[in-house]
């Protein structure tokens, strides 16, 4: 009986490490997520597609938190939807960085998302990143 009781506890352990191991490997930095909301003052969504300058999309960039090097998204392909949502992953934002001439050495989990140019609104909104997770961005009136 107890060899039976002692496989198991060790089929058990080999079965949970194997679990431990596929999450861990599935679940990497790079996969992690910043998610963004853009809103007006009055909490309704802006459309990252249709509220730009000219009726256009949303002017976005990121930038290194001490604003010296900005990347505008548009220049990748990445804007906002209708709802006025975002979301980037870990290796998007290396990405980013390092196609604009930066050397990357280890992941930018700290930057600067700015919102830009949207009519009747600052001319630029700062939200400071620190880390993955969910950030709203509140555009004040001008």
């Known amino acids: 009986m107890k060899k039976i009781i002692k496989a198991l506890t060790i089929a058990v352990l080999a079965v949970a490490a ?10 990497t930095d790079k996969e992690a997520k ?3 909301t853009i809103v007006y003052a009055d909490g309704t969504a802006v459309n990252g597609q249709t509220d730009g300058a000219n009726g ?3 002017s976005l960039q990121i930038c290194t938190n001490n604003e010296t090097n900005c990347i505008p998204l ?5 804007f906002a939807d209708a709802n006025g949502k975002l979301s ?5 934002v290396n990405d980013v960085f390092t196609t604009s001439g930066l050397t990357i050495t280890e992941d930018v989990t700290e930057f600067d998302f700015d919102v830009m140019n949207v009519p009747g609104c600052i001319e630029k909104v700062i939200c400071k990143v620190n880390g993955f997770g969910d950030y709203t961005v509140t555009l004040e009136a001008a």
């Open 88 to 92: 980037l992953t870990q290796q998007q």
């Open 34 to 36: 910043y998610n963004f």
């Open 56 to 58: 256009g999309k949303v």
């Open 74 to 78: 548009d220049l990748q392909g990445i």
């Open 18 to 27: 194997v679990f431990a191991c596929v999450f861990a490997a599935g679940c």
